[in-house]
């Protein structure tokens, strides 16, 4: 079994910083991509940035230059920096990590709210 542990969220005004992070534990040896994802009510969930094994990132378009993406493969975490928060980044923030097998394991959801 897989746990992944999200923390960090919360509520901020707009222009201010949060900083997510997710630990993955159990039976998961090998992670390869790493990644977090958000869903606004009434809205589906979509990417926001995800990290590969060897560091190579990719980003949603409204977030890049706002949003940083990390990991530290020696303690299975993935960290989502987030600057510069407008309203419409208010969501659940979910992180996502699959295995070497690319099998998917989420976390349970971290509430990001960014008021006006």
């Known amino acids: ?4 542990v999200e923390s960090g969220g919360g509520l901020v005004q707009a222009g201010g910083s949060l900083r997510l992070s997710c630990a ?5 040896f ?3 991509s790493m990644g977090w994802y958000r869903q606004a009510p009434g809205k589906q969930r979509e990417l926001v940035a995800t990290i590969t ?3 190579s990132t990719n980003y949603a378009d409204s977030v890049k230059g706002r949003f940083i993406i990390s990991r530290d ?9 987030m ?3 407008k309203p419409e980044d208010t969501a659940v923030y979910y992180c996502r ?3 070497m097998f690319e099998y998917p394991y989420w976390g ?3 509430q990001v709210t960014v008021s006006s």
């Open 53 to 55: 094994s060897g560091g």
């Open 73 to 81: 493969n020696a303690k299975k975490t993935v960290y989502l920096q």
């Open 83 to 85: 600057n510069s928060l």
């Open 1 to 4: 079994q897989v746990q992944l």
């Open 108 to 110: 349970q959801g971290t």
């Open 97 to 99: 990590v699959t295995n």
């Open 24 to 28: 993955a534990s159990g039976n998961i």
């Open 30 to 32: 090998t992670i390869n």
